[in-house]
């Protein structure tokens, strides 16, 4: 089996590309955040084709990128993102305020975030928060609170992205979303960071061993249910 170790374009960022692919024969691959996030992955086609991707370690693939073409047969394999929605809670309303209702009002908003556990990433006046739960349950939370001269409304995540700087965008889509289950193994120490959608996090500890024959491994169960798998 092909493994594909780069992307050869993007046709959603270059003409060329997407003039390119106008006719071909693609077949699409979806892939959800948080497998986005990951430089090795193994994904399923529409068509039913597997793909298994390593690429260099720390890098990621993006919407749009391609895996593969093919000028004499025209087929292609482009990698689509699912991204959830973002909850955007806008504080400009807030700017001509005296101080204490700011400090009041922010942090009756922090109060409302934080007990939810819902991670938060402040952007100038903006405070984009990732959808963990059902999007009523979360505009519940916020109406309940009612915090004056505050709005808020769910935006599509693609549209989000260019706001954001790469260490956000892991924050808001690496792994939130509706039962979502994500693990990040960090071999600083020999501990594994997990990341569950209630909010909550746990470490565990692990020892790594280097594998001789320069596989790349997935681990499997880390002893609270979820299951990884591996590329070889």
Known sequence: ???YNEVVGNMLLSPEWKEKLENADIDYVFLDQWTAQKSRFLAKGVS??????????HSQVAD?????????TGKAVVIRIELSPVLVVDLSGLAS?????????????????GN?????VVKGTKVYVPLTVDKKVMLSVM??????????EFQKGMEIIPYLAP?????????????????IHSHDGGHTFHSHADGHEHTHEHDHHSDPEGHHHEHGDCGCGCESESIH
Not at 64 to 72: T, V
Not at 116 to 120: F, T, Y
């Open 1 to 3: 089996m092909k493994i």
């Open 48 to 57: 039913g084709t597997e793909y298994p991707v390593a690429l260099a370690r």
């Open 64 to 72: 749009g990128d391609i895996l593969s073409y093919d000028p004499e």
């Open 97 to 113: 305020k005296d101080p204490d209702t700011i400090i009041r009002h922010a942090v009756e908003l922090g109060h409302a975030i």
């Open 116 to 120: 939810q556990h819902w991670p938060a």
């Open 143 to 152: 109406e309940t609170h009612h915090i004056d001269d505050i709005t808020f």
């Open 167 to 183: 260490h956000e965008i892991r924050r808001l889509f690496g792994g939130a979303g509706q039962e979502s289950h994500s693990h």
